[in-house]
């Protein structure tokens, strides 16, 4: 691809943080561009809304816990529950399922989010689309 | 929110939010990456959906209206507007359906608002779908009646079936002409299928016939003959859909959903194709066009292998065969989804194996949670331009005796009507 074809990244800023961490998820269409921004903690991630499996706008779907298979001593099984602290984002398509700060599939962690740059500076929420 | 740009150079950028995605979500902003992906893929393909679903339980009480018979209408009606509801008649065990993964996927049982739009509000969720899909015709088939094989009362699959078949030729289909039918057949009463052929065959929305595959009739049975004959001398299609049944023995033994669907939905299939040919069914029907409908892809070569290596030691048990079984399902046509695609040099083998340049025909299953979009086949690789063509609409409009000359708008006026907030 012709170099030329290539727009340079600018930084947009979506707003301040101490509003936008109490809202958990932002999805934000940037001239086109589809970004989701979460908010986990102390933490920011922006993921594009873009699944990597179909295409499907997988930063407008729910965010759950994530599920585990509790393992008890004997090799038996503890049966479901959730994760006490760590969160997936949800593809509202097919149900693939991503880590929040990781962007990466629980199962299979090659498979995953494209990262969009993100900080926090002068209290600015400042994206790189 | 903020909406400035900091590189100094150029305008601010227009920045909109975009809402999550559910239940009540506006099928095109669901489907809002798929338009795109019509622009950027098959803008100028033929597109035909052979699968797909709506959501036929919000107008359940239609169809129970339309029940022929007294005793069942009334059991139908009073169980709708108690207990039942969209599952009143039906052998469907809500409990179980756990499709949607937790609610993590919110298109199956979709509940959009249609207020205000003229027509049926089944055919305006039809619609929008197709639109935002990029498709020019699509089969509707209700999702409801998927498992009513299994359902051990005979005689109200009998109702259920004449009455659906009147609410689709009579209130859906007239409606919209890219909408198409396939009859539901109550399979388990033969007498009935051909009352019900006689009656549709020459409706020109009906272009084929379904057997819910979900089911435990032998379909090379001699009680069948005269059904087939029936549906051979119209040259429409017979198709076998596909489907899951949780309490069939051998998968009781599955502890989740995932494991009992992903084998369900191969399981009828291959026993319904295997009866069809060790039992000589294209010999004795050689007009017949078979499709199987909603088992992916994979289980295709497995079967034929596996039946190609014991006839060629028992040809005794298959005195009927004039060929391979291998070879007779390379005449049959297949659909699309659930197109298993984890492993492209299996699936590029796959389709391959089975010529499905000329036997494969695109299904979306929209708005079921395994859905396909129209990409999954114009993204792949491996295949030329004319197949892509093939799977996505010729193949189908070849096999249905379809118009293939473009009927749905541009993608473009699409996102321009609705640009995608939910």
């Known amino acids: ?99 929040i700060l990781s962007g990466e599939h629980p199962i299979k962690s090659d498979v995953k989010l494209i990262a969009v740059p993100v900080r926090i500076s002068d209290g600015d929420v400042i994206l790189s689309v | 929110m903020t909406q400035k740009s900091d590189d100094g150079s150029s305008s601010a950028p227009e920045i909109k939010e975009l809402e999550q995605i559910g239940r009540r979500s506006d099928t095109r902003d669901v489907l809002n990456h798929a338009t795109h992906q019509a622009i950027a893929q098959y803008e100028d393909y033929f597109i035909v959906d052979i699968d797909a679903h709506v959501s036929e339980d919000q107008f359940w009480g239609e169809v129970l209206e339309l029940i022929d018979n007294d005793v069942w209408k009334h059991i139908g009606l009073d169980q709708f507007g108690s207990f039942g509801g969209g599952n009143a008649l039906l052998n469907l065990a809500p409990g179980l359906s756990q499709q949607s993964v937790g609610g993590r996927i919110g298109h199956q049982g979709r509940r959009e608002p249609v207020e205000g739009v003229a027509g049926h509000p089944f055919v305006t969720a039809a619609r929008r779908g197709m639109d935002a899909l990029g498709l020019d015709y699509q089969v509707v088939f209700p999702s409801a009646m998927l498992v009513l094989g299994m359902h051990p009362q005979d005689e109200v699959e009998v109702v259920l079936a004449r009455a659906f078949n009147r609410w689709l030729t009579e209130v859906v289909l007239p409606q919209d002409d890219r909408l198409k039918g396939l009859l539901y057949l109550p399979f388990n009463t033969p007498e009935v299928c051909e009352e019900l052929v006689e009656k549709y065959k020459d409706d020109d929305n009906i272009i084929g016939f379904t057997v819910c595959s979900t089911r435990n009739n032998p ?156 990409s999954t086949i114009s993204n792949l690789p491996f295949l030329s331009e004319q197949a892509k063509r093939n799977i996505l609409g010729l193949n189908a409009a070849k096999l249905f005796n379809l118009d293939a000359t473009r009927k749905r708008p541009p993608a473009q006026q699409t996102l321009d009507e609705r640009p995608g907030v939910s």
Not at chain 1, 35 to 58: K, S
Not at chain 2, 230 to 245: N, Q, V
Not at chain 2, 251 to 266: D, E, I, K, P, V
């Open chain 2, 219 to 374: 379909v090379h049975s001699d009680v069948y003959s005269k059904l087939y004959s029936m549906i051979e001398a119209t040259d429409k299609p017979l198709a076998f859909h596909s489907g899951y049944h949780w309490g069939d023995p051998s998968f009781a033994q599955l502890n989740r959903f995932l494991s009992m669907h992903a084998l369900s939905f191969t399981h009828y299939n291959q026993i319904h194709v295997t009866n069809w040919i060790i039992n000589a069914m294209p010999e004795r029907f050689p007009k017949i066009k078979m499709l199987w409908v909603e088992s992916g892809l994979a289980w295709i070569p497995f079967l034929a292998q596996r039946l190609d290596h014991e006839v060629l030691m028992r040809p005794s048990e298959a005195p009927g065969l004039t060929k391979l079984p291998s070879e007779y399902m390379r005449e049959m046509w297949y659909t699309t989804q659930p197109m298993e695609r984890t492993d492209l040099g299996m699936l590029e083998a796959t389709m391959k194996f089975f010529n499905a340049e000329t036997q494969l025909l695109y299904s979306s299953d929209w708005p079921h949670w395994d859905w396909d979009a129209p």
């Open chain 1, 1 to 99: 691809m012709a170099a030329q074809n290539i727009k340079p990244l600018r930084d947009v800023v979506i707003g301040k943080y101490d509003q936008l961490r109490t809202r958990e998820r932002v999805v934000l269409d940037i001239d086109g561009k589809e970004v989701g921004v979460y908010f986990e903690g102390d933490e920011v991630r922006a993921w594009l809304n873009v699944c990597p499996h179909g295409g499907g706008p997988v930063c407008q779907g729910k965010i759950m816990p994530r599920t585990v298979h509790n393992f008890l001593p004997g090799g038996k099984s503890g049966g479901l529950g959730h994760h006490e602290s760590e969160r997936n984002i949800v593809c509202p398509w097919h149900g693939y399922e991503f880590g």
